[in-house]
């Protein structure tokens, strides 16, 4: 029997959603870069934290700010249903299978070392689509997940917002009224176009994420 997906209630319950909110620092310097988790049914978020180790109902670096809501209609054989303009109600069969490839994602990861380069949360959220078929594809990377939050995420309220832009504004206004064009050079090819290359090196040259490690 289908239903329409529990509703999305800021900070904790997003059903169905991948979230995302800055990484103190390294999101000031670099918006487009932060943590990501990924939620149940029933909006629990999971995110891959540590070693070894997977996070429940606390994303690691705060509240989210940004966030997807997927369809859990997209999963599997559901993935060549008609697209939607909002998530289509979902049905029990469709809320255990999410939540079952979910919960053996995590075990997955609970034995995994931790990268921030080659294995990190954002590599978690996509071998859970990956094992979903999620949308008829096995190819989500850390990359396709990135793009997708950075163009397409919605904030949480005004303060999503701020909370991931105003550090970076912040820090560019001053690097700019003080270091002018130099900073602004060191910015790109110092931070920017070394992470950009990383990431174009790892999606199409090298094979996937690490492999599994045990503790």
Same mark, same amino acid.
């Given at each position: 029997?289908? #239903?329409?997906?529990?509703?999305? $209630?800021?900070?904790? #319950? *997003?059903? *169905?959603?991948? =979230? !995302?909110? @800055? ?8 918006p487009f870069v932060g943590h990501m ?13 540590g070693p070894y180790f997977i996070s429940?109902?606390? /994303? ?6 940004? %966030?997807?809501?997927?369809? @859990? ?8 249903? @008609? ?10 069969? &469709? ?6 490839? /979910? #919960?053996?994602?995590? &075990? &997955? %990861? ?20 990956? &094992?979903?078929s999620y949308g008829g594809s096995s ?16 904030? $949480?309220?005004?303060?999503?917002? $701020?909370?991931? !832009? ?14 002018? !064009?130099? *900073? ?6 110092? /931070?920017?176009? @070394?992470?950009?290359?990383? *990431? ?5 040259? /090298?094979?996937?994420?690490? =492999?599994?490690? #045990?503790?």
């Amino acid at each position: 029997m289908c #239903q329409e997906p529990l509703p999305i $209630v800021p900070p904790k #319950q *997003f059903p *169905f959603c991948v =979230v !995302w909110t @800055p990484i103190p620092v390294i999101s000031w310097l670099l918006p487009f870069v932060g943590h990501m988790g990924i939620c149940t049914s029933k909006g629990v978020i999971l995110d891959f934290a540590g070693p070894y180790f997977i996070s429940v109902d606390s /994303l690691a670096f705060g509240n989210p700010a940004r %966030y997807v809501r997927l369809d @859990p209609a997209k999963g599997s054989a559901a993935a060549s249903a @008609p697209a939607v303009s909002r998530p289509a109600p979902a049905c029990a069969g &469709e809320d255990i299978q999410w939540d079952t490839t /979910l #919960q053996a994602a995590s &075990e &997955e %990861y609970k034995m995994r070392m931790y990268n921030f380069l080659t294995d990190n949360c954002h590599n978690f959220v996509a071998h859970f689509l990956n &094992e979903l078929s999620y949308g008829g594809s096995s190819d989500w990377s850390a990359v396709c997940l990135a793009v997708m939050v950075f163009l397409k995420g919605r904030y $949480v309220g005004w303060w999503g917002a $701020v909370k991931t !832009w105003l550090p970076f504004c912040t820090i560019m206004a001053i690097g700019l009224a003080f270091g002018t !064009w130099y *900073f602004a050079l060191a910015w790109t090819c110092g /931070l920017v176009l @070394p992470l950009v290359l990383w *990431f174009v090196i790892r999606l199409y040259l /090298l094979k996937g994420p690490s =492999v599994r490690q #045990q503790p």
